[in-house]
């Protein structure tokens, strides 16, 4: 987050991440850091951007999901 660099830094121009963060770090602080609530919610933040035409590079293996 905090240089916003890595897979999705193509999105960031389009979709802004910030709410997409906050409700990550809700859900998986709730959750007791479950692994795939993450992966759910970065497949959410890479599902919108494609929708809006932006190339994401591979997020899953960095993230582990």
């Not at 933040?45 to 929708?51: H, V």
Request: charged fraction near 20%.
């Amino acid at each position: 987050k905090k240089t916003f660099q890595g897979p999705f830094k193509a999105c960031h121009e389009v979709i802004n991440p910030q709410e997409f963060y906050r409700s990550c770090l809700y859900d998986v602080c709730m959750s007791d850091g479950t692994k795939s609530i993450l992966c759910q919610v970065l497949e959410t933040y890479a599902t919108t951007c494609r929708k809006h035409g932006v190339l994401v590079q591979d997020w899953r293996t960095p993230a582990g999901c």
